[in-house]
């Protein structure tokens, strides 16, 4: 019920009731899909369920890697042990090679709540809307914490050309400034996950070290990835990867993205 009002929580827990006359597991799927419904009310920010762990994700080893080792760090027993709280990492690189899918397994390989920012709906056309809709954004996410923040192509967001430019009388600059401000202060267990398909579309601020604690390249899958990638894609197609030569798949799709693989 973290993130929902009082009078929200009631409302959702006597709907529960009302349907299935006891509270039982159920009730807990009722409830995530009402919070969900909610969420998405409040217009930039939605609910997602993630269908992959890391195990799904082909190739890029040195990520997992990071990942694996930081698993639990946001737990309350990290925080009592006095374990600083990972802030967040950028991916960035080529399109179709598994950014996306790398931030939503994130949250089921951490089991935690998975939150897509909505970088569309956040800017309106009201003087004010904008920067209350960001700070309404964040301040559910760590109401939901502990939560995995999405946001899918950051350059998007901040684009450089619009902070530099004056021609919304400085709104990107202040919405910027919120975000940057909440990145390095923020003591509630949110782990940002932005991915970047343009890295010279971001302003360098956003790249210093503090804002995000790594950031990863992916590139196109050399042989043995493209080999992976082709084992998970026959294995969710109920096939028998042994009957197919990987070997030769892999070298003939030479250059090919994981999405052109799949």
Known sequence: LGGL????????????????????????????????RLIRDQGVLEFMESPEDMKGVGGLARLKAWLGKRRGALTPEAARFGLEPPRGILILGVQGC??????KAVAREWNMQLLKFDSSSLFE????????????????????????????????????????????????????????????????PV?????????????????????????????LPDSADRRTIFNIHLARRKQDASRFDLDRLAAASEGFSGAEIE
């Not at 009082?6 to 807990?28: D, F, S, Y």
């Open 98 to 103: 598994g950014k996306s899918l790398c931030a």
């Open 191 to 219: 782990f940002v996950v932005a991915t970047s398909n343009d890295i010279s579309a971001l302003p360098p601020e956003l790249l210093r070290k503090g804002r995000f604690d790594e950031i990863f390249f992916v590139d």
């Open 5 to 36: 009002t009082g009078r929200e929580a009631r409302r959702i827990l006597t709907q529960a009731i009302l349907e299935n006359a006891r509270v039982e597991r159920g009730t807990i799927d009722l409830i995530r899909r009402a919070k969900s």
């Open 125 to 188: 056309k009201y003087i004010g809307e904008s920067e209350k809709n960001l700070r309404r954004s964040l301040h559910v996410a760590e109401a939901v914490a502990p939560a995995v923040l999405w946001i899918d192509e950051i350059e998007k967001m901040f684009p450089q050309s619009a902070l530099r430019s004056e021609a919304d009388g400085g709104l990107s600059m202040r919405i910027f400034g919120t975000f940057l401000t909440w990145m390095q202060e923020k003591k509630s």
